[in-house]
């Protein structure tokens, strides 16, 4: 069995501008490569779980989606991290109605662990939104973290609110 480290994208990974879409307006965000590099030297595999209702919306295709996922995949590898897949829930609950890959659905989690046998006690998530944390909870995951960079977040139930990346694996970690 697999464990894995499960990321939010916007937010987490890049900074998040409503509706990014294109290449030249993706941020990675200060840490990501390092904590990513982290965890795949302990072992686990890494996922990318997003939630894409602009899709749905309109404001960007299936396609502007897949080339932009393709390309931050390349970056990813340049910087010898490997993403094994990036799950997405291209649903707006207006537009299509409930799906249960929308988080705080753990759909996108589940089918990641039927695809790469992922033990979900021994995994992680990492998320700017309450809704990842909830989704990571709702999937049974070990734990859940809220980076909270602005620090506009007080209260959640995530087991720690960090305001830096690196916060999540340094020593300070039970
Ligand atoms: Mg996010
Ligand atoms: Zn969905």
Known sequence: ????LFLDRDGVINK???YLFKIKDFIFIDGIFELCKHYQNLG???IIVTNQSGIDRGYYS?????????????EFKRNDIEIKKVYFCPH??????????RKPKPGMIFQAQKEFDIDLKNSIIVGDKEK???AGINAGLKEWYLFNEKSIILKSKAKKIVIKLEDIYSANIK
């Open 16 to 18: 998040d501008i409503n």
């Open 92 to 101: 707006h609950p207006d537009i299509y109605g409930e799906c249960n890959c």
């Open 62 to 74: 299936k396609s502007d989606f897949d080339i932009l996922t393709k390309w931050m995949i390349e």
């Open 1 to 4: 069995m697999n464990k894995a």
């Open 132 to 134: 990842d944390i909830e």
């Open 44 to 46: 686990y595999i890494i």
